[in-house]
T-cell receptor
Framework: GAVVSQHPSWVICKSGTSVKIECRSL??????MFWYRQFPKQSLMLMAT?????????EQGVEKDKFLINHASLTLSTLTVTSAHPEDSSFYIC????????????FGQGTRLTVV | GQQLNQSPQSMFIQEGEDVSMNCTSS?????WLWYKQDPGEGPVLLIA?????ELTSNGRLTAQFGITRKDSFLNISASIPSDVGIYFC????????????FGAGTRLAVHP
């Protein structure tokens, strides 16, 4: 149980285009999902917290208009990187917490974004 | 963003050796979690700790929640090549959606 699936696993896009990443909880309902980015050899940095049916809460320094988050159902959250630039290239990872469950968060397999 | 102090930064050991890593914080956490991340993958939960002083094992892994609630350690006994990866501690406070704060990671290499 507690499987979180992220799609796509990797994506290459041109500068100026937008990219959508999906995060799905496959066998549980997730009221809260978290989006992280991770640069090479660094730790996970929280970008935003996504709650089903409400606006995401962004961490300080994260542009909400650039990183659009939608959590429209209890099993799906999406992160859209708008007008991507090469500096947005990174490893993006989501995690999900089960509704009414423990404090543990389960992670997706990550999405490698490369902007050329 | 805020991080925990995790050490050591990296370790290179011989197969069969025991490994120990720890995390400390200047503030209190209600939960400590230990994750392992393989290259190009998301972190996988190894052990979750919920009470101060709690000692929990998962196979060859043992982790403890410090009495002061400001630290935790993870031990790996009799290391094997597949233990290679990056180990992250994560602390959680109550409130604020219970978001996790991660350590910088310990990169483990195991020499056969």
């Amino acid at each position: 149980g507690a499987v979180v699936s992220q799609h796509p696993s990797w994506v290459i896009c041109k500068s100026g285009t937008s990219v959508k990443i999906e995060c799905r909880s496959l066998d549980f309902q997730a009221t809260t999902m978290f989006w992280y980015r991770q640069f090479p050899k660094q730790s996970l940095m929280l970008m935003a917290t996504s709650n089903e049916g409400s606006k995401a809460t962004y961490e300080q320094g994260v542009e909400k208009d650039k990183f659009l988050i939608n959590h429209a159902s209890l099993t799906l959250s999406t992160l859209t990187v708008t007008s991507a630039h090469p500096e947005d290239s990174s490893f993006y990872i989501c995690s999900a917490r089960e509704r009414g469950g423990s404090t543990e968060a389960f992670f997706g397999q990550g999405t490698r974004l490369t902007v050329v | 963003g805020q991080q925990l102090n995790q050490s050591p930064q990296s370790m290179f050991i011989q197969e069969g050796e025991d490994v120990s890593m720890n995390c400390t914080s200047s503030s209190i956490f209600n939960t400590w979690l230990w994750y392992k991340q393989d290259p190009g993958e998301g972190p996988v939960l190894l052990i979750a700790l919920y009470k101060a002083g709690e000692l929990t094992s998962n196979g060859r892994l043992t982790a403890q929640f410090g009495i002061t609630r400001k630290d935790s350690f993870l031990n790996i006994s009799a290391s094997i090549p597949s233990d290679v990866g990056i180990y992250f501690c994560a602390g959680q406070r109550s409130g604020g959606y219970n978001k996790l704060i991660f350590g910088a990671g310990t990169r483990l290499a195991v020499h056969p």
